[in-house]
């Protein structure tokens, strides 16, 4: 089965527009996992734009579907991330400066710095996803690092799709079907994400190696109109459907 993480980080973005507590992204995760999301994903920045240290707190305690960590592979976040111990945690890159995570992880250059980065974080039981563009040599490091997972990164396919650059859309496909395959024949697990909307989600889903997709910002403008709960069961209705045939 293909799984679907929803990813609550725009609920805190609404709410640190105002301060205060409301909307509630524990509330939210609640209400996703009500609606049929198989996991919840959050990325507690640097820089706190929008998850804040006691969301984490809040969805550690209240959700009873897993919860995927997303942060930068800073000493601050291992340390979060050790004292959670979170069911995975992925790591992207972070820029101060970017309104979302752009691209994906530089792991071959950091080769060693991030093997020793997860190691503790795998031993403290968490599975440890790393999210990197549809290139083989990112692939190949990270399965060197000792990931168990690794995340592709769809905003690039998203992009195409949204500015009507349907042919290089098509080539960025086709590479995101190639490296799940290859790197499903290492032994990684296959997640994608970044960017999915209803109009780009079925061809991603119909890819066989992938089995975990993390959808947040679509998601959550989409419920403004809808509701969350129809937001995410149409977003399921879409990707079983793509699965099927
Ligand atoms: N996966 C990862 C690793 C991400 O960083 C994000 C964005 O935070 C997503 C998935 C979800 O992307 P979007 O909010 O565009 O659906």
């Given at each position: ?133 549809a ?17 592709l990164?769809?905003?690039a396919y998203?992009?195409f ?5 349907f042919d290089e859309r098509d080539e960025e496909l086709k590479r995101l079907a190639e490296m799940a395959k290859f ?20 061809p991603i889903?119909?890819l ?38």
């Open positions: 089965m293909l799984r679907l993480g929803v990813n609550i980080d725009h609920v805190a973005t609404v709410r640190n527009a105002r301060g205060g507590a409301y909307p509630d992204p524990v509330r939210a995760a609640k209400l996703a996992q009500e609606a049929g999301a198989d996991g919840i994903t959050a990325h507690l920045r640097e820089d706190r734009r929008h998850i804040m240290d006691a969301d984490i707190d809040g969805l550690m305690e209240e959700l009873t579907i897993p919860l995927n960590f997303e942060m930068a592979a800073t000493d601050e976040m291992q340390a979060i991330a050790l004292r959670h111990k979170p069911h995975a945690v992925c790591i992207v890159p972070e820029k101060r400066e970017e309104k979302t995570t752009e691209g994906g992880l530089e792991v071959a250059r950091e080769e060693n710095r991030l093997a020793h980065f997860i190691a503790p974080l795998r031993d403290a039981g968490c599975r440890v996803s790393i999210f990197i563009a290139d083989r040599p990112q692939i190949e490091a990270a399965h060197r690092i000792g990931a168990q997972v690794i995340e990164h769809t905003g998203c992009d799709h949204a500015e009507g650059r790197a499903h024949s290492l032994g990684l697990e296959v997640h994608a994400g970044h960017g999915l909307t209803y109009e780009t989600v079925q889903a119909a066989p190696e992938v089995i975990e997709l993390n959808i947040g910002h679509f998601l959550m403008g989409e419920s403004l109109f809808v509701g969350m709960e129809d937001a995410i069961k149409e977003m399921r209705r879409l990707m079983d459907e793509a699965r099927a045939t």
